[in-house]
Each structure stands twice: as structure tokens, then as C-alpha cells.
């Protein structure tokens, strides 16, 4: 099951973990299709966009879910950072150096992999 709500939440839970960039404005897209991976990031114009897969979602427990958010937040605060603070941060873009410290700085390991089902991951 998808609650959309829920997931709304886990993305502000992990924004207010970056106290002064707490407000990146981010979309999430419930997407039917996106089947190859498990949800996707990225940030365009200071806007955030989190796409989550119907498919590979909706059986996934809520505790996973909100560890696949909080990864995926953390992809678009490094590149919101690159795109906005580009002489200060450097972002080595998907899942390098400041992508790992962002997640570390809220708590998580930095993990790229989900073995959920087959071969889901998420970018
Ligand atoms: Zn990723």
C-alpha cells in the first residue's frame, strides 16, 4: 500500500533534519511508470522532484519506504546545494562522497541497494 500522505511526511521529516535548507520545495510523483527502479531524485531550478514506482512501492513496509525517501531527499539536497551553492558545494553527484555525507549527517547508512524484490533498487 501507497500512502501518499505518509510519504509527504517522510519528505519533510528529512528536510527539517537539514535545519537551514529545510524548505526545497519537492514534488512527489507516484509514477505507474517507472518499473525499473524504485524511485528516482532529482532537482531542477531550486525545485525538488521525488518519482516513486506504483509498482515496486506499494509492497515495500512503511519503514523501507521512508528509508527510500530519506535516500532520495538526500539526492536532491546535495544537488539543490550544487545547483544553488556551486561555489561552496561540490556535489560528486549520485551516490559519491556528498551524497554518503548527507546521509550520514541525518543518521543513515549510506546504502544504494534494496532487496526487496528481484533486482529493485533505486537511484
Ligand atoms: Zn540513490
Known amino acids: 500500500?501507497?500512502?501518499?500522505?505518509?510519504?509527504?511526511?517522510?519528505?519533510?521529516?528529512?528536510?527539517?533534519k537539514f535545519v537551514l535548507i529545510k524548505d526545497i520545495p519537492v514534488i512527489l510523483t507516484l509514477s505507474k511508470q517507472l518499473k525499473k527502479h524504485l524511485a528516482s531524485a532529482s532537482c531542477r531550478n531550486g525545485i525538488g522532484y521525488i518519482t516513486v514506482s506504483v509498482k515496486r512501492f506499494k509492497n515495500i513496509k512503511l519503514g523501507q519506504q521512508k528509508e527510500i525517501?530519506?535516500?532520495?531527499?538526500?539526492?536532491?539536497?546535495?544537488?539543490?546545494?550544487?545547483?544553488?551553492?556551486?561555489?561552496?558545494?561540490?556535489?560528486?553527484?549520485?551516490?559519491?562522497?556528498?551524497?554518503?555525507?548527507?546521509?550520514?549527517?541525518?543518521g543513515l547508512k549510506p546504502k544504494i541497494r534494496y532487496n526487496t524484490n528481484k533486482k529493485a533498487k533505486n537511484d
Open 1 to 16: 500500500m501507497i500512502d501518499r500522505i505518509q510519504l509527504k511526511k517522510y519528505i519533510h521529516d528529512c528536510l527539517n
Open 69 to 106: 525517501i530519506f535516500h532520495e531527499v538526500c539526492h536532491v539536497v546535495d544537488w539543490y546545494l550544487a545547483d544553488c551553492f556551486p561555489n561552496s558545494w561540490k556535489s560528486d553527484r549520485k551516490h559519491g562522497r556528498t551524497w554518503k555525507g548527507l546521509m550520514k549527517q541525518i
